[in-house]
Structures are given as C-alpha cells and as structure tokens.
C-alpha cells in the first residue's frame, strides 16, 4: 500500500536536498584538496627559486661593461699656453748602450712599496679600496671574507673574462699644474665619464714623482712635481694601478720616490716598477679581479744615469737594457698568476713606429711568459702586433700631460683588452685626442681616421669601426 501522494512528494523533496547536500559536501571536499595540492606546488616552486645557491649566482652576475667614449670638445689647434714635450738625449739608434752619467732617456715603470705590492678593489661604485697583499697567504679566494675585497666571482663573471683599459704617459706638473689649479684636479677626468669605474682595471703611466719636497735632478731639461691632490683624482677617476720606471720618477731624488710610494699606497693605487731597492723594483704588483690572479710588471729600457737603476739596496727603477733581470720576474711571476701584464718604457720620442730593441724585448716578454705588453713613452701612438697569440701594444702616447706643437702628440687612446682566465684577450682601441691636460674623446669623422693610422701602423692587423683589432 502507497503513502498518500502527499507525503510521497515531501519524502522526494526530503532525498532530493540530501542528494544535493552530499554533492555539495563532495564539490567541497574536492575543491579543498584542489587548493591543499596548488598550495603544496605554488610553496614547493617558491623554495625551489629562493634556493640560496641559485640567488647568489643571480646577485653576483656584473652588467657588461660599456665604452663611455661619447662627449667632449675636440681641439684642433695649438694652445697658446702650450710647451714643448720633455725631450731627452735618448740613442735614436736604439743601441743596448748602457746609459751613461750625461745620457736623458726616459724610462717608466710601476712599484712595489717596502711592504711589498699590494691589489686594490674596484667596487660597484668604482670607489677603489685597499686589500690584502695577494702575495699572502691569505689571498683572497671566492669567499670576500677580506674587508674591501672584490665582489666574490661566480661562473658567469669568469665567463665574460675581466676588461682592462691602459692609458699613455700622466703628469701634473708645469702648464698642467698651473691649469688644474684653476680648474681643479679633477678636470682630467671629466670627459672619461664611467670607463674606467666600469671596467675590473685601469692601468696608467705615472710619469712623474708625487711630493711637496726632493731636490731637482741636474742636467735634465724638464724636471717634474705633482701634487698628491693628483692621486685622490686618480683613484676617483677609477685608476687601480701604475707603472713609475720612467726618466722622471727620480726627478726629486729618492726623497721624492719615497713620498711617492707612499701617497699611492694612502690613495690604494698599485704600482710597479721601481722601489727602494732591487727585488722591489723588478717584483710584480699583484692583483685579484673575478677569480682571476693578475701580475703586472713594469721595465724600462729609458733611464737618464746609470744611478737610476734599482742595484742590489740602492732605490731606483727596473730597466731593461740588460733584459735577464726582466726575462727572470716575468717567468716567476708566470708560476703564481693566471694573466701576466708588461708595461715597457722605450722607443724614440715622437717617432711613430717601433725600434728594433723595442720589438726584441716585447717578444722576449711574451716567450717569458708575458699575455700582454703594453709600451710607452714615445709620446705619440705606435702600433700593435699580434705574436704568438698575444698582444703588443707599442706606444700609447701621452693621456694628461702638456700640450706641444708637435700634432702627432695629440693623438692618443684608451687601449681596451679582454682576457679570460686561461689568459686569452682581445684588443680594442678607443679613440682620445691628448688635449692640455684633459683627455677628451674623438668623435665621427676624427675617431674614423685614427683608427685608419691605427691600421696603416699595425702591419697584418685590422681595426673595426667599433676599433677592436683583429689579425688580417
């Protein structure tokens, strides 16, 4: 027998809202266990990107460096305060003569303090710290435990290899002097814009000693003084290390190389070249950038008086009219680095292509052992030479120094190498007109042309329009 319809009809209406509320119940549960699962994916994804190890390669990874070679007036004429370069009695003939009392050749070199050479950190900043003697035995590793250590290197900074950016001859002393007082001492700098706090290294040519005191050299026609005010604009500029053997770094005596290593150690610029006695001056200045343990040496074959040479405990420079000393640092210096540099002061003033002393020694340098050469000291641009798969730059002219008549002396270049750690680089020249103590960068149609002499003065060597030097 059948309910009443009545109450068949609510009993229906009872099991059709159970039904209902089991399939809500059931939606519920599975939207739940829909949201718990993207949960557990989305928090497992979030500790997967933040995982330490991969952060810290992201943070550590450098923008690429960039030329700032863009600004600046060029100058097209004499300056009415302009003074001859400094000329010397140098043997145009480039014999291997050892310089005599009365010889004036120029020579420039970088130096180790007493203390032994010291590496100075670029930060992001540019701002230049000084570290730790990478001689020591805490050299600085990957860790940057050391105060003002560079960043800590990762795999893809290794990669892009460090840029170094070398310069011609620098002083601060006569007309330059007299300008930068009005202008300030960072006024030779100011076209330069980031290049070189951009860059891993900027190595430049100190040709002058830095001091308030010495006593003049005799017998020199140009004797040089710079204030150390000098130095803190380099180091702001983003100067890391110089070379000092040079016919000028005695010009104050002694007295005047020993304020000198001094104010570059207070300022934490490297330097090398000349010391306080022998070993000094032929021992490499050494330097940490991106995992990479650079050298950088410094001889000169241009020395005014035998008494300008390191010897045994007498202060002076390293020269190189004998080259075993130099041949002798270099293959040291090749056991401890990955990349060894050379800076060289030789060759003739205001002759545009290399002796033959200058091409004996660079190709010594490298079958020492030397990745790069880099010279100076005619005060005008020479070429380069590709040789055994390694860069010899011959000459890079003046950079801040006095204005002559010669027009030859005012063309000049920021010399740009890449290298990586197995100590392959690549070389690139930047364009710069050597105005009265400023550099100022060539543009259009006065950039095209240098880069053409450039061409003409490297035989079996080619440079781009973006002036990056290749073999032809």
């Known amino acids: 027998m059948y309910p009443p319809r009545s109450k068949r009809s609510v009993q229906k209406k ?23 699962v993207g949960i557990y994916y989305a928090v497992g994804m979030q500790e997967q990107q933040t995982d330490p190890a991969d952060q810290e390669t992201v943070m550590s990874q450098e923008p690429v460096n960039e030329d700032d070679s863009k600004g600046g007036d060029q100058l097209h004429s004499p300056d009415p305060n302009s003074e001859p370069d400094h000329t010397s009695d140098e043997d145009s003939s480039g014999s291997n003569e050892q310089p005599t009392g009365n010889s004036d050749d120029e020579s420039d070199v970088n ?51 460090v840029t ?24 030779p700098f100011e076209k330069l814009g980031s290049l ?6 900027t190595i430049g040519n100190l040709e002058t000693p830095v001091t308030f005191g010495g ?14 005010k000098a130095l803190a604009a380099m180091a702001s500029a983003g100067f890391d290390a110089v070379n000092l053997a040079n016919n000028h ?71 190189a009219y004998d080259s075993t000393g130099a041949v002798k640092a270099i293959q040291d210096a090749r056991q401890k680095a990955d990349l060894v540099i050379v800076v060289a002061h030789w060759g003739e003033e205001r002759v545009s292509t290399p002796n033959n002393d200058q091409t004996r020694l660079a190709h010594e340098f490298v079958d020492a052992g030397a990745d790069l050469v880099v010279g ?7 070429g380069v030479e590709y040789y055994k798969g390694k860069w010899i730059a011959y000459s890079t002219g003046n950079f801040i120094f006095s204005k002559s008549t010669t027009e030859e002396t005012w063309k000049t270049a920021v010399f740009q190498a890449n290298c990586s750690k197995d100590a392959k680089c690549s070389m690139k020249v930047i364009p710069y007109e050597a105005g009265l103590g400023q550099a100022v960068p060539m543009l259009d149609e006065a950039n095209k042309l240098l880069l053409e002499q450039m061409t003409q003065l490297s035989p079996g060597i080619r440079f781009d329009a973006n002036g990056v030097a290749s073999p032809s």
Do not use: C
């Not at 509320?21 to 739940?32: E, H, K, M, Q, S």
């Not at 990478?134 to 290899?161: C, L, M, V």
């Not at 070189?196 to 290294?201: A, E, G, H, I, S």
């Not at 006593?215 to 150390?228: G, H, L, M, Q, R």
């Open 196 to 201: 070189f706090k951009d860059d891993d290294l």
């Open 215 to 228: 006593t003049d050299a005799a017998d020199k026609t140009y004797v040089y003084k710079s204030s150390p």
């Open 164 to 187: 170094i950016n070398f310069v011609g001859d620098i002083q601060f002393s006569g007309k330059v002097a007299e300008l930068l007082d009005k202008k300030g001492y960072e006024y």
């Open 249 to 319: 770094i005695l010009d104050q005596g002694v007295e005047g190389l020993v304020d000198t290593l001094a104010y570059l150690k207070e300022y934490g610029i490297a330097h090398t070249g000349a010391g306080m006695n022998q070993d000094e001056a032929y021992a490499p200045a050494y330097l940490e950038r991106k995992g990479m343990k650079i050298a950088l040496l410094g001889f000169s074959r241009v020395v005014p008086k035998a008494s300008w040479k390191a010897n045994g405990n007498r202060a002076g420079v390293a020269e």
């Open 376 to 382: 100076g000291h005619p005060h005008v641009l020479q």
């Open 111 to 161: 130096t180790p303090d007493a203390t032994g050479s010291e590496t100075t950190g670029k930060t992001d900043s540019g701002t230049k710290k000084p570290v730790e003697n990478a001689t020591s035995s805490s050299t600085k590793e990957n860790d940057g435990a050391e105060a003002g250590a560079t960043k800590p290197s990762k795999p893809s900074d290794s990669a892009k290899g």
């Open 14 to 36: 009872k099991e059709k809202r159970i039904r209902k509320r089991r399939i809500w119940i059931i939606n519920l549960v599975l939207i739940a266990a829909i949201g718990l």
